[in-house]
């Protein structure tokens, strides 16, 4: 992801524009109102398989971010396990 990709989800994470967790995103792909998932280039294999594999069925398009750091920590703006929800 370039800088400015990454400048935004910031934006966005500010303004609570975004579903950060598995839980989440996945109750937001069921309902239709996720547009963009996001997930660590370190994320687990159970990530890939609860979270990537319903938004791929849904036709949402999966952007792989940095490495989220490996821990229950947020990095500066937010682990990147992000999703952008449809307003």
């Known amino acids: 992801m370039t800088e400015a990709e990454l400048a935004l989800i910031g934006l966005a994470m500010k303004a609570g524009a975004l579903v950060v967790g598995a839980s989440g995103v996945r109750a937001g ?3 239709g109102q ?3 998932v996001v997930v660590a ?3 687990s294999r159970r990530t890939d398989e609860k979270v990537v ?3 791929r069925g849904k ?3 999966v952007q792989v971010g940095p490495a989220s750091g490996g821990g229950r ?3 500066a703006i937010s682990r990147w396990n992000w ?3 449809c307003l």
Do not use: C, I, S
Request: proline share 5%.
């Open 41 to 43: 280039d370190d994320r």
């Open 53 to 55: 594999r319903l938004a």
């Open 29 to 31: 792909l069921k309902r």
């Open 83 to 85: 999703y952008r929800e």
């Open 59 to 61: 036709g949402v398009r």
């Open 34 to 36: 996720v547009v963009l």
């Open 73 to 75: 920590h947020r990095p």
